[in-house]
């Protein structure tokens, strides 16, 4: 089958609210036109079309076809859509190309958290026998998941505040939140839901990414450098939180060991919460010398349906540019790190 | 330049345009989803003040029962009653509670590891402060008055006093369907684009753009042309004057319905424009309209305009002769 690389990769500003539509489309607009004239390509070369975004979030049915009016989708071309991040829309177009159907494909994921209560919104996300009812909102659950590390010793808030200190220190021009933080003054500051202060949650952030994939023979001509997808995997956990392991993440652990990740140098993390990267870092195996989330990472900006499509952007494109030879990628979805997706790449000479 | 801190942007500062237009959105529906045998006997249980878990297959006894194994995937059917007292596993205060939650008071959310269970139940606790929960405390059940609504019969859960409530001993009805109200509530914003059409439509006009690119005038006008993937920026004002490109003639009678059937709906292509909107041709008997027939727009009285294209009421004959097929051709 096929190799497959990243060649190409934009992602709109993080900020907090926007005044755009729903539909993203005045997002999406800027970012395809930057990747299509950073790849060369024009949108009758794409081959397969990919979006992950959420009706619940733009509080409308449908609303990922409007977005198709950024593409410019005449004549009619090959398209779909998950109602996940586009990390798994990727994982569709990245099957696409290996199959042999397409050549190229251009995957993107888009939200405006800022329409609604996205805390609520999450809710909705849990089973809805017994649990969704109760509406317990995505920070609440991340707290009782933080308290089982804390308890437990797995993790102290000294461990979590660090996180988000060196997450602020490495945030790229784009973030939502940067800056010099000690840690000190971090833990100075109140609970917003105890065990949980501000720094250990990722903001509420409208934003879009867009990746390019490409098989080997045009990944070639489309850049120099191709970031190679050499492992690409995901898994799944009960819907049943009480029936999981919330202190530690088997399903990447699972996806990690399918994709290979020996040898990375850097990881870009999807977690939206401080503790669950050091959850996702034991979970992988990432040592001390694994550089993870030079971008900022998701608590620096977290665009919901997007976050985790420019986890593997952003992981690619160091490869890209020379920066770092073998990056693994990570993405989540669902409450506490239910489902897991891990991408690693390398580049070749 | 942005300013610094891009928490909020306005666009008024960066591209001297006007706000767009905004509105609540209310999205909301009551869900009524059937149980299946184990949720239902879950809630049966409940409904009569006792609890029920489920065995799975590696012995574990999970509360709320599940209807298939986590790990192996085997239905599950095994029920296996657990005490309505239990401890603290792990908590999070919830300062300010949100609408729907089971308390709107401050309290913690807590995993409680009922007696007899090996899973943990998430639900909350009602405690004054987050001084007065921790891990390893025990709790008991607080029974709402009303029951049959699944797992919302447990109200939430209070620090243990003693001897839990007796269950009902009568038999009770099967609860086999749950109500599950969803509720959200959105700020709704129009594109640029859309804004000003909107404050044409408020103004009596019909505002209208062209795609750079293909030339073509789309009303309403769009964030991007979806033949070319670009933004339409050449404003266009459109007279309120078209043709009826295709119709149907509306027979049947449905909830909300403001005309007494039949009324006819039909694509308007206003002259100039390159895409037909969906409106209302009234004004002659409904066996009259046809494909190419000549219509104009039937303004509201002016102050009960908005921002809304229900400023115009209706579209009615002009007498004037059919447009010919191939000038709407395209647009069908």
């Given at each position: ?53 959420s009706d619940y979030l733009a509080g ?53 958290s800022?329409a609604g209560d996205l805390r609520r919104t999450l809710a909705l996300q849990l089973d809805p026998y017994t649990t969704a009812p109760l509406w317990p909102d995505s920070v609440s659950i991340a707290g009782l998941q ?46 917003v839901a105890d065990?949980l202060?501000?720094?250990?949650c990722?903001?509420i ?34 819907g049943s939180l009480g029936?999981?392991?919330l ?25 939206p919460f ?30 919901m ?28 979805s669902g409450p506490a790190?239910q ?11 | ?24 959105l209310e999205v909301g529906f009551d869900y009524t989803r059937?149980l299946?045998?184990?949720h239902?006997?879950f809630a049966?249980?409940l ?17 709320p ?25 792990s908590w999070s205060w919830m300062p300010e509670p949100l609408e729907g939650q089971p308390l709107q008071h401050p309290f913690a959310w807590a995993l409680v ?7 943990p139940v998430l639900h909350a606790v009602d405690v ?5 929960i ?7 059940v607080r029974w709402a008055?009303q029951r049959g609504g699944g797992i919302r019969d447990i109200a939430c859960f209070e ?19 749950i109500t599950a109200p969803v509720h959200l509530h959105y ?146």
């Amino acid at each position: 089958m096929a190799d497959v690389a990243v060649v190409g990769f934009a992602q709109a500003p993080n900020v907090r609210a926007t005044h755009g539509t729903t539909n993203g489309v005045e997002m999406l607009v800027p970012i395809f036109q930057e990747v299509l004239a950073g790849t060369g390509l024009s949108t009758s070369d794409i081959g397969f079309w990919c979006s992950g975004s959420s009706d619940y979030l733009a509080g409308r049915a449908f609303s990922f076809i409007a977005a198709v009016d950024a593409i410019g989708a005449f004549p009619p071309i090959n398209e779909s859509h998950v109602e996940m991040d586009a990390a798994w829309a990727l994982y569709e177009a990245w099957v696409k190309i290996r199959t042999g159907e397409v050549d190229t494909a251009l995957v993107y994921g888009f939200g405006k958290s800022s329409a609604g209560d996205l805390r609520r919104t999450l809710a909705l996300q849990l089973d809805p026998y017994t649990t969704a009812p109760l509406w317990p909102d995505s920070v609440s659950i991340a707290g009782l998941q933080a308290r089982l590390g804390l308890d437990s010793g797995a993790w102290t808030e000294e461990d979590m505040a660090a996180v988000a200190a060196r997450s602020l220190a490495s945030a790229g021009p784009g973030a939502q939140r940067s800056g010099k933080v000690e840690v000190a003054d971090l833990l100075a500051e109140p609970y917003v839901a105890d065990p949980l202060r501000k720094h250990d949650c990722a903001p509420i952030t409208d934003g879009a990414a867009v990746v390019v994939l490409a098989g080997a023979d045009r990944a070639r001509e489309l850049h120099e450098r191709p970031a190679w997808i050499t492992g690409l995997e995901h898994r799944l956990e009960s819907g049943s939180l009480g029936a999981r392991d919330l202190l530690r993440s088997p399903s990447t652990t699972a996806a990690a060991r399918a994709a290979g990740t020996d040898g990375v140098e850097l990881a870009e993390l999807h977690a939206p919460f401080t503790h669950q990267e050091i959850v996702l870092r034991r979970a992988i195996g990432l040592g001390d010398d694994v550089e993870i989330n030079p971008s900022g990472g998701p608590l620096c900006g977290n665009p919901m349906f997007a976050a985790g499509l420019a986890r593997i952007g952003e992981a690619a494109s160091r490869v890209m540019s020379g920066a770092a030879e073998r990056v693994l990628a990570h993405a989540t979805s669902g409450p506490a790190l239910q489902q897991n997706l891990v991408c690693v790449m390398e580049g070749r000479s | 330049m942005l300013p610094q801190n891009r928490e909020h942007v306005s666009l008024q500062f960066v591209t001297g345009l006007s706000e767009p237009l905004s509105a609540p959105l209310e999205v909301g529906f009551d869900y009524t989803r059937s149980l299946g045998p184990v949720h239902s006997r879950f809630a049966t249980e409940l409904s009569r003040r006792r609890i029920v878990g489920v065995r799975g297959s590696d012995g574990r006894v999970h509360v709320p029962p599940i209807e298939y194994d986590p790990d192996t995937a085997a239905p599950l059917d095994e029920f296996v009653p657990v005490g309505s007292q239990g401890t603290v596993v792990s908590w999070s205060w919830m300062p300010e509670p949100l609408e729907g939650q089971p308390l709107q008071h401050p309290f913690a959310w807590a995993l409680v590891l009922l007696d007899g269970a090996d899973t943990p139940v998430l639900h909350a606790v009602d405690v004054g402060s987050p001084e007065d929960i921790r891990t390893g405390m025990r709790v008991q059940v607080r029974w709402a008055e009303q029951r049959g609504g699944g797992i919302r019969d447990i109200a939430c859960f209070e620090p243990a006093t003693g001897t839990p409530a007796a269950p009902d001993e009568a038999e009770p009805e099967p609860v086999t369907m749950i109500t599950a109200p969803v509720h959200l509530h959105y700020q709704h914003s129009a594109s640029p684009e859309e804004s000003r059409y909107l404050r044409g439509l408020a103004e009596g006009r019909l505002l209208g753009q062209r795609c750079p690119q293909c030339g073509k005038v789309y009303i309403p006008p769009r964030g991007a042309c979806p033949t070319d993937g670009v933004p339409t920026e050449e404003e266009v004002e459109l007279p309120d004057t078209g043709t009826v490109t295709t119709f149907c003639i509306v027979n049947v009678p449905f909830l909300g319905q403001r005309i007494t059937p039949p009324y006819v709906s039909a694509y308007v292509l206003l002259d100039g424009a390159d895409i037909a909107f969906l409106h209302l041709v009234l004004g002659c008997d409904a066996a009259d309209v046809r494909m190419g027939m000549r219509v104009r727009a039937q303004w509201k009285p002016r102050e009960e305009w908005g921002y809304t294209l229900q400023n115009i009421d209706h579209f009615r004959p002009t007498g004037e002769p059919d447009a010919p097929f191939e000038s709407y051709a395209q647009h069908l």
